[in-house]
Nanobody, 123 residues
Framework: QVQLVESGGGLVQAGGSLRLSCAASGRTFSSYAMGWFRQAPGKERRFVAAISWSGGTILYADSVKGRFTISRVNAKNTVYLQMNSLKPEDTAVYYC????????????????WGQGTQVTVSS
């Protein structure tokens, strides 16, 4: 089992920045690819970013490329999502997830999920 706890969400004005963190505990964190997904009210959960266990493979959704950066520190069992130039359409609950396979943009590739953290971007 892997337990995931997100933090760092909040309310920010458009153009601002937030950094989300996801702390993992349980089985070996460094062996898992990690991803971030988001779900806006009334919409399906969507892929945001993913990073392989080594950090050598990184994927982003087109909607966040150039604005968001995913990173990980295996020694701290933590993955981060730095979000810059935030837009109102980035408002959602953000979830981190762990995959025993490689970094992937599909939610069904992930084995473990956190409870989510709310990000609200005001215009």
């Amino acid at each position: 089992q892997v337990q995931l706890v997100e933090s760092g969400g909040g309310l920010v004005q458009a153009g601002g920045s937030l950094r989300l963190s996801c702390a993992a505990s349980g089985r070996t964190f460094s062996s898992y690819a990690m991803g971030w997904f988001r779900q806006a009210p009334g919409k399906e959960r969507r892929f945001v970013a993913a990073i392989s266990w080594s950090g050598g493979t990184i994927l982003y959704a087109d909607s966040v490329k150039g604005r968001f950066t995913i990173s990980r520190v295996n020694a701290k069992n933590t993955v981060y999502l730095q979000m810059n130039s935030l837009k109102p359409e980035d408002t959602a609950v953000y979830y981190c997830a762990a995959a025993s396979g490689g970094a992937a943009p599909r939610s069904n590739e992930y084995d473990y999920w956190g409870q989510g953290t709310q990000v609200t971007v005001s215009s």
